[in-house]
Nanobody
Framework: QVQLVESGGGLVQAGGSLRLSCAASGRTFSSYAMGWFRQAPGKERDFVAGITRSGGTTGYADSVKGRFTISRDNAKNTVYLQMNSLKPEDTAVYYC?????????????????WGRGTQVTVSS
């Protein structure tokens, strides 16, 4: 089992940057592929970015491609989401998630463990 805690959210102006972190408990972090999802009020939880358990392969939603970067440090049991050129439509609660597979998935039900989320608000 793994517990996930997100941090780094906040209020930022359009065009600004934020770096989200997700710290995982346990000694088997490197066994999990990781994903970042986001959920705006009244909307579904959508895939943002994913990374394989080795960190060798990443994937992104079209809406964030070229602006967001996912990375992980298995020695620190942490996955990151660097968000640049933020837009008001990026406003949402951001969640990290873990699945005990080599590869990430773009659908929320594929993940076994979730953090509680961190709010990101982008003002225009």
């Amino acid at each position: 089992q793994v517990q996930l805690v997100e941090s780094g959210g906040g209020l930022v102006q359009a065009g600004g940057s934020l770096r989200l972190s997700c710290a995982a408990s346990g000694r088997t972090f490197s066994s999990y592929a990781m994903g970042w999802f986001r959920q705006a009020p009244g909307k579904e939880r959508d895939f943002v970015a994913g990374i394989t358990r080795s960190g060798g392969t990443t994937g992104y939603a079209d809406s964030v491609k070229g602006r967001f970067t996912i990375s992980r440090d298995n020695a620190k049991n942490t996955v990151y989401l660097q968000m640049n050129s933020l837009k008001p439509e990026d406003t949402a609660v951001y969640y990290c998630a873990a699945r005990m597979f080599a590869y990430y998935d773009t659908t929320a039900p594929a993940y076994e463990y979730w953090g509680r989320g961190t709010q990101v608000t982008v003002s225009s």
